[in-house]
């Protein structure tokens, strides 16, 4: 199977997709992760804006933002520890408790999503870049990251790369074109860093011409 360019772009493309699909958006507790205790250190953690205080047996985990019925709800700031040292955090929008609307993700190690969400799951239109390393808000745009970074931008379903998107790699290399279930499918074009293109058509991951 000839994949769009070299293979080596190929395997990576694919690689990206396994570590997508491996849980890395989910901020729920990890495995063998216990919650110690809850502490409202500010405002109303119940029906207002307030600070949440979450310990656990790796630290502390801390939500900053506004609050319904004890959840969160509305816009707030998740920061949540998943280890010792490091700490992923969701920022945006929530209903209730559950990641809705659009936000930001840091997985705490080199995985960044910008984008829309429905039920904790990424869903619309969204980018997902991989390879980014000591993130914080606001040090890149999104539009330099999307030139700059390996990353997917397009449509979501449920967390998988489904509807139209563009597959960009760093060395100016991109895919546009159909997705379904994070495979390449239907019609799509090649861009080379040369300006050449490449007009394809893909199969469920499988190069038809």
């Known amino acids: 199977m000839r994949l769009t360019g070299t293979m080596k772009h190929g395997v990576r493309w694919l690689l990206a997709l396994t570590l997508m699909c491996a849980g890395a958006i989910s901020l729920a507790q990890e495995s063998g992760v ?11 953690c119940q029906e207002g804006f307030g600070t949440l205080e979450i310990r656990t047996t790796l630290g502390t985990d801390r939500y900053e933002g506004n609050f319904q019925d004890g959840k969160f709800h509305g816009h707030g700031r998740y920061e949540r520890m998943i280890s010792r040292f490091e700490r992923a955090y969701y920022e945006g929008d929530w209903v209730l ?62 967390d998988l790369y489904q509807g139209q998107g563009t597959y960009r790699w760093p060395d100016g290399q991109r895919y546009v074109g159909g997705f379904y279930a994070n495979e390449k499918h239907g019609p799509g074009t090649f861009y080379y860093p040369t300006g050449t293109r490449r007009d394809q058509v893909w199969e469920y991951g499988r190069f038809v011409r």
């Open 34 to 44: 216990n919650e110690l205790s809850r502490e409202c250190v500010y405002g109303d």
């Open 97 to 158: 408790g559950v990641k809705e609307g659009r936000g930001t993700y840091w997985d705490g190690r080199d995985r960044l999503y910008i984008g829309q969400w429905r039920n904790d799951r990424r869903h619309g239109y969204g980018s997902y870049f991989i390879g980014i390393e000591d993130w914080h808000p606001n040090k890149h745009s999104e539009h330099w990251l999307r030139e700059n970074v390996e990353n997917y931008t397009g449509d979501f379903v449920d």
